[in-house]
């Protein structure tokens, strides 16, 4: 009878010690672990960066758009110098890049 009991205990034991290194190992490096989630939160906080800058460029094309429809002759006058590189006689253009 003891030597049945001590069994039980010992399997128990052994048991008890396997789940404890399987929960552990998986907390720490599995799929759902902490390595893997810094480095979803890392992807993440870029892809909200990448959304942050998306977002501005979208509101100034907008902006520019708005003002081309609304026939702004500021705004066009400033567009066809640019691209087309016009000017009169007695301006001197300067390019700066």
Partial sequence: ???IES???????????????YVGTNLIGGERGLV????KKKIQNEL?????????EINSLKKK???ITNND???????YRE??????K???IIRIR
């Avoid at 909200?48 to 501005?56: A, G």
């Avoid at 691209?83 to 009169?88: A, E, N, R, V, W």
């Fill in 48 to 56: 909200v960066k990448k959304e942050k800058e998306l977002n501005l």
């Fill in 7 to 21: 069994l039980k205990k010992k399997k128990i034991i052994l048991l008890n010690i396997f789940l404890t290194l």
């Fill in 36 to 39: 893997s989630y810094f480095e």
């Fill in 83 to 88: 691209k087309l590189k016009y000017g009169t």
């Fill in 73 to 79: 002759l500021d705004f066009l006058d400033m567009l």
């Fill in 1 to 3: 009878m003891r030597l």
């Fill in 65 to 67: 758009i708005i003002l």
């Fill in 90 to 92: 007695e301006e001197i």
